[in-house]
């Protein structure tokens, strides 16, 4: 018997090699072996010639869609129009646009909806300057429940809640928010010191007074810093700015109308109005009335006017420096994979 490997010669029938040591059952030729690997007719891949092929006009639609669904995508998202040149153009126009149209549409039949919303910061007015002197206060839609002595626990909760705010803005470091924060302090302490006459005469004021205030501080927020949750909150953003607009000029018209539409008298047999009180409770003067009022709307318009240059100076200052362009160019560069 002859190895099928080695090819010696063996006279006797053994079951392995006596020379390489082959089992002789076990041995498998390399051609076998390699004929073995090869995949078979049934497995072997079909030519890409018989693959089906998708349409060409298929392939450009498909195309298609996905390049509108990624447009629509990056239109809607919340970093859309987030580039140093957009937000130039949106400091640039959309303070003066909103207030020319608050002063249009408080001159037509809008100007009810426009009292309603200044009706929401009007008893905001009384209520937080109310908690500045220590007294409790609930607002309401339509009138706020005030109390009648002031009280210490108030004051110096709502002086532990300024210190609080202005303390997490210091480790957030948000300093607008720090000097806010300072400002009211302030403002309370001024108040405290006043006497209780005028305490009782400035929460009365600042039912309108307040509204005004209020709505240039809901205006204000437009410009809040570009990586806060506010800014990049499109609708509440611009819904701010607009709200804040009406509620303004509603507030602003009415006392620089004609002295006939000043709301005297008593109002929903509750009490007298903010004008007939202040007048007639507090011996102000009509003149005094209107004349302070006034002052305070020139007061909101100048910070207006110093908040919109701010807000011009600070984006075209971001729009020509190169950092925040890259910064920009790189969060909107398309994906690769």
């Not at 076990?26 to 693959?51: C, H, N």
């Not at 959309?94 to 408080?106: E, F, V």
């Not at 839609?141 to 109390?147: E, N």
Request: proline share 7%.
């Amino acid at each position: 018997m002859r190895c099928p490997k080695c090819q010696f010669d063996h006279p006797l029938q053994t079951a392995e090699c006596l020379k390489c040591g082959i089992v002789f059952s076990k041995y498998q030729p390399p051609v076998a072996a390699s004929q073995a690997s090869e995949p078979s007719a049934a497995d072997a891949k079909p030519p890409d010639a018989l693959v089906p092929t998708e349409p060409a006009d298929a392939k450009t639609a498909a195309a298609m869609v996905s390049s509108l669904a990624a447009s629509l995508e990056s239109e809607l998202s919340p970093d859309a129009g987030k580039s140093p040149a957009t937000e130039f153009k949106y400091r640039l126009f959309a303070l003066p646009l909103a207030l020319l149209l608050a002063r249009w549409l408080t001159a037509t039949g809008f100007n009810m909806v426009a009292g309603m919303l200044a009706m929401v910061v009007h008893e905001s007015g009384h209520a937080i300057t109310a908690w500045l002197v220590g007294r409790w206060a609930i607002p309401t839609f339509w009138f706020t429940m005030i109390g009648p002595n002031k009280s210490w626990l108030i004051v110096l909760l709502v002086m532990a809640a300024i210190i609080l705010g202005g303390f997490l803005a210091w480790k957030a470091r948000r300093w607008g928010w720090v000097c806010a924060a300072a400002a009211v302090l302030l403002l309370q302490l001024n108040i405290l010191s006043a006497p209780a006459i005028m305490q009782g005469a400035l929460v009365i004021f600042a039912g309108d007074g307040g509204a005004m205030v209020l709505a240039t501080i809901l205006m204000a927020a437009f410009y809040a810093p570009r990586d806060s949750a506010l800014s990049k909150s499109w609708g509440v953003r611009w819904g701010l700015l607009l709200i804040g607009a009406l509620a303004f000029m509603h507030v602003y018209r009415l006392w620089s109308g004609p002295w006939e539409n000043l709301p005297f008298g008593e109002i929903e047999g509750r009490n007298l109005s903010d004008p007939s009180l202040l007048t007639g409770m507090y011996g102000w003067s009509v003149i005094q009335l209107v004349d302070r009022y006034l002052l305070l709307a020139k007061v909101c318009f100048t910070a207006m006017g110093a908040m919109y240059v701010w807000g011009l100076i600070s984006a075209y200052i971001a729009m020509r420096s190169p950092a925040p362009q890259q910064a920009y160019k790189g969060l909107n560069a398309p994906a690769t994979r």
